[in-house]
Structures are given as C-alpha cells and as structure tokens.
C-alpha cells in the first residue's frame, strides 16, 4: 500500500474542491471497489476523501412525480425501498442480482455507477491494459475474451461495465446529479455518464476531474411488467456474461437495456420500437453493430435466447 493523505469534509462542494485542490485524489464511500484496487497498487491515490458525511443518503420523491435517490444511498437501502419495488422493481431486482448481501450492505449509488471493470488484464500489472497503462496495448483482444464486450469496442479496449444497477437505471432514463469544485451543479442524462472507449479506454465517464456525484434522480414510474434476468457462470456473486433488463407494456410495447456487452449500459432506443416483434427483431438493432470475438460470439444468441425468456415472462 502506497502512503495517502485523507480528510473528511462537511458539504459536497468542499468534497469537489478538495478533489481539485489534490492532484490524484479521489472520493471514497462504500470503498468496495477502490479499496481492493488500492491493494493490488492499480490505484494509487494520493489523497483520499471522505464523503460519506455528507448527508447524501436520502431517498424522496421530486415533485414531478419520479424519485430523487441520494448518491450515498447504499444498495441494500435502494433495492429494499417501498417505492422502489412498487414503481421502479427493474431496479430492485438488479441490486439484488448484484455481488452479495455484504457488499451491498456497504455499496453505494454513485460508487455502483462508477466501478471499474472487473477484465482480469486489467487487474494484473503484468498484462497489457490501456485502461490501465495507455498506449500498452489491449491483453484481451487477442487473449482470453470470453467475458468480454462485443459492441461499442474498439481496437483499444473490448472491457465490459460491471454495474447490473447502472442497466436498470439506463433503461429508466435516469440522471445523474454533480457538483463541481465551484460549487457549480450539473445534471448529466444517464445515456451521457459512461463513455465507450475509443482510443482512450482509461477515460471512462464524462465527468470532469473533481466532479463529484450528489443524487441520481428516475423520472415518474413508467409502469408494464419490469423484470432483469442475468446469465452468468454460477448463481450469486458472479458478474454478467449477459444481462437484460426490460419493461413490457400490456400491448407489447416497451424498452429494453442490456448488462455484460458493452463498455457501458447498453441501450438503442430504436430497438424498442421492434418489442412487439419479438426477441430476434430487437437483438438484431440492438447487435447491429457486434463485433465480437471468436471466444465471446456465443453472447449475440445468448441475448436473444435471454430476451425471449424475458418476453415469455412478462405475458405470463
């Protein structure tokens, strides 16, 4: 472990300007991602902040009907919310598909958003990462990629996002609240959060340095049958090999997000209109432009078998 400094603030402005002040720090909550990465030296912070003081964890209605979800929120908290299993179950649901009842105990709403991804050359220092070391190279391009993404790659990166909350909130259209080292707040739409990787892979949201999460707030409850089902290699505490969270209206109508293809939560707002198509018409706009590997080519059938079942369930 590399020596840090660490201070705790008392208002989320102070928080973003200490950010700013301290080339290399960073913000820490539940820690359940960043800790681990501290300890295997690929972060190497200089200065922690404290953020977890900041009152950040309330869940309230906003006045336009939807639900304002402080960024401190931990995940057991917001998958265990009467209003969020009532109006917004897609998102439950996913929590509960996520890691274990301990770390969701300790993880939080903007650190769930903001994990890193869990590709095994990017946690060994040994391989070649351009998220991790730019200009390295990328391992798994032609490595061991069977977990990998098959959309929205590049030639720099074929890493996937982790997060099975951050699908259930792209499928709600959230946005996300920041506040800025000026005190200057921002609210990013979801879609805009997380970057796909380019030629800068280690680049991965468009947030700005010191930027730091307030809230993330749903619009109103969109209503239909909400349902996330995640394929992955054994029952609990496994990351997607495929995820898919939708919402089915009574006519057939509605929207689907996908988890474990691509560089971010995965939605194109055109394959919704193909829902009442079936499974095959809406993977193949939403697949339109896969790239995958040899090893991960299995995944474009997996999501249109995983779609299907999803459909069957919603007309019961």
Known sequence: MKPFSYERPNSPAAAAAAAARVDGAKFVAGGTNLLDLMKLQ????????????????????????????????????????????????????????????????????????????????????????????????????????????????????????????????????????????????????????????????QIETSLNPGELITAVTLPKPLGGKQIYRKVRDRASFAFALVSVAAIVQRDGSGRVALGGVAHKPWRVEAADSEMPRGAKAVTAQLLADARPTEQNAYKRPLVERTLGAVLAEAKG
């Open 42 to 201: 690929i972060e190497t912070p200089k200065h922690l902040i404290d953020v977890n003081r900041l009152g950040l964890d309330k869940i309230e209605a906003t006045s336009d009907g939807g639900l304002r979800i402080g960024a401190l929120v931990r995940n057991t908290d917001l998958a265990a919310d009467h209003t969020v299993r009532r109006d917004y179950a897609v998102l439950s649901r996913a929590l509960l598909a996520g890691a274990n009842g301990q770390l969701r105990n300790q993880a939080t709403t903007a650190g769930n958003l903001l994990q890193r991804t869990r590709c095994p050359y990017f946690y060994d220092t040994n391989q070649p990462c351009n998220k991790r070391r730019p200009g390295s190279g990328c391992g798994a391009l032609h490595g061991f990629s069977r977990q990998h993404a098959i959309v929205g790659v590049s030639d720099a990166c074929i890493a996937t996002h982790p997060s099975d909350m951050a699908v259930a909130m792209r499928l709600l259209d959230a946005t996300v609240e920041t506040v800025s080292a000026g005190g200057a707040e921002r609210r990013i739409p979801i879609a805009d959060l997380h970057r796909l990787p380019g030629d800068t892979p």
